[in-house]
């Protein structure tokens, strides 16, 4: 399957409503081109990667934090800054520039690491609050204020975007995002479950959408042409190819056109298990998406394909790894 928004998956036709086969390579649609991209768009900045720090990713700063407090007791450290020298969140963000990378120079690195935690941590606080609470539900949200939703969405998803003056999203719109029955990706707003998918991904998932968010990490972006993404041939959900690798999703099995011959490499999609090939697809997007690559973008694109056959054992696969490896050092 083509990489995401080649199929205008997002805001435009959905695969499902073709007429068409959804295979790609039986009914090959034109690729979108790079200005079909979402540049310049205040969407732009709600992608998943301009979030909030999730959960997870502080209880890891913390458990580091934990090892460092073993080596470098906290007290002693915190201890050793006089008050006076200190500086908070609100100072960095109210004061002179050279002020506080003055002071900053003088404060020693696990106080300069507190502070970032410090600024996570209050955004945290906030979205547990609001995710435990049971009176924000569609029925009570309808008298909310239209700010009032704006940032309980915002705190909900982590995403600035609905702040922004420029998305201007129907009050419906805004709650039905907040109860998760709409995708939160400014750029999709699909209705949830997309396809009306009853997938355990699609269901598990508080806010998961088939269409435009990765299957293992739940995130979403704006890339487009790219081997970045891996969709599943026969379910037609979205992968990360470093999510996929990362969980040991791509691995040899037999020809998925033939069920026989030698093993070759194969991508085993987590919300359907089935598997789908991967030859075919990464030589279509090199031959659709290639001509709109830069220098700097082919040796990107390079990099996944040699990764994902780096443990190639048929003929066909291993001689893409060694041409990748090729390419790469010219
Ligand atoms: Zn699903
Ligand atoms: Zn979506
Ligand atoms: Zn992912
Ligand atoms: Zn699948």
Same mark, same amino acid.
Request: include cysteine.
């Given at each position: 399957m083509l990489p995401p928004r080649q199929q205008s998956r997002v805001g435009g036709l959905q695969t499902s409503l073709s007429l068409v086969s959804s295979d790609p390579r039986l009914s090959p649609e034109e690729p979108r081109?790079?200005?079909?991209?979402l540049h310049e768009s205040p969407?732009?900045?709600?992608?998943?990667?301009?979030?909030?720090?999730?959960?997870?990713?502080?209880?890891v700063k913390k458990m580091e934090n934990g090892k460092a407090e073993i080596d470098i007791p906290e007290q002693s450290v915190i201890r050793r800054v006089s008050s006076a020298d200190k500086i908070s969140l609100q100072d960095i963000a109210r004061e002179k520039v050279d002020i506080i990378c003055e002071k900053m120079h003088h404060l020693p690195e696990e106080f300069l690491e507190e502070l970032k935690m410090d600024l996570?941590?209050?955004?945290? +606080?906030?979205?547990? %609050?609001?995710q435990s609470?049971?009176?924000?539900?569609?029925?009570?949200?309808?008298?909310?204020?239209?700010v009032q939703l704006e940032i309980l969405v915002a705190i909900n998803t982590g995403i600035q975007g609905f702040l922004h003056p420029s998305i201007s999203l129907s009050q419906t719109s805004l709650i039905e995002i907040f109860v998760y029955k709409r995708c939160r990706n400014i750029a999709c707003q699909n209705q949830?479950?997309?396809?009306?998918c009853t997938c355990e991904t699609c269901t598990n998932n508080n806010g998961f959408c088939n269409l435009c968010m990765c299957v293992i990490c739940s995130k979403f972006d704006f890339e487009v042409n790219t081997c970045r993404w891996i969709g599943c041939d026969l379910c037609s959900h979205w992968?990360?190819?470093?999510?996929? +690798?990362?969980?040991? %999703?791509i691995c040899t099995g037999p020809s998925v056109k033939s069920g026989v011959g030698p093993s070759e490499m194969v991508f085993r999609c987590q919300a359907c298990s089935r598997t789908s090939e991967l030859l075919g697809w990464v030589k279509d997007v090199?031959?659709?998406?290639?001509?709109?690559?830069?220098?700097?973008?082919l040796v990107r694109e390079l990099?996944?394909?040699?990764?994902?056959?780096?443990?190639?054992?048929?003929?066909?696969?291993?001689?893409?790894?060694?041409k990748c490896d090729d390419l790469k050092g010219n």
């Open positions: 081109s790079n200005s079909d991209n969407t732009e900045s709600a992608s998943s990667r301009e979030t909030w720090p999730t959960g997870d990713a502080i209880a996570e941590e209050e955004f945290f +606080i906030l979205q547990k %609050l609001v609470r049971s009176d924000l539900t569609a029925k009570t949200l309808i008298r909310a204020h239209r949830l479950p997309a396809d009306d992968t990360h190819t470093d999510c996929a +690798i990362r969980e040991q %999703l090199f031959q659709h998406c290639a001509p709109s690559w830069d220098g700097e973008a990099d996944f394909v040699s990764r994902i056959f780096h443990g190639s054992k048929d003929t066909r696969g291993r001689k893409l790894f060694w």
